[in-house]
Nanobody, 121 residues
Framework: QVQLLESGGGSVQAGGSLRLSCAAS????????MGWFRQAQGKERVQVAR????????YYHDSVKGRFTISQDNTKYTVHLQMNSLKPEDAGMYYC??????????????WGQGTQVTVSS
């Protein structure tokens, strides 16, 4: 049974913080990378952050650098997204994703059901 479960979303005021979590289980293949995507209403999905399960290296969208931190547990298939100094522009549905290695890079292919993040001003 394949599961990709997100949690931790909620409603906060601008400047507040949230911590999202994602647990992947039941995958028969090796997960090369995990990440977070955000999709606001009427807008396309954008990649917020990713982490490579083996080495722990990370990537961040320019708009969240210095404010968001992605990390993983010792299991490597459980990741978190610490979001600080939240802005209204950060609001949207956040989706956890898993990916495999293609040509040495991370190729996302599966997304969870999403967890809602609302930021009020």
């Amino acid at each position: 049974q394949v599961q990709l479960l997100e949690s931790g979303g909620g409603s906060v005021q601008a400047g507040g913080s949230l911590r999202l979590s994602c647990a992947a289980s039941g995958y028969s293949y090796s997960i090369y990378c995990m990440g977070w995507f955000r999709q606001a209403q009427g807008k396309e999905r954008v990649q917020v952050a990713r982490i490579y399960t083996a080495g722990g290296s990370t990537y961040y969208h320019d708009s969240v650098k210095g404010r968001f931190t992605i990390s993983q547990d010792n299991t490597k298939y459980t990741v978190h997204l610490q979001m600080n100094s939240l802005k209204p522009e950060d609001a949207g549905m956040y989706y956890c994703a898993v990916g495999v290695a293609i040509g040495g890079s991370c190729a996302f292919g599966d997304w969870g059901q999403g967890t809602q993040v609302t930021v009020s001003s």
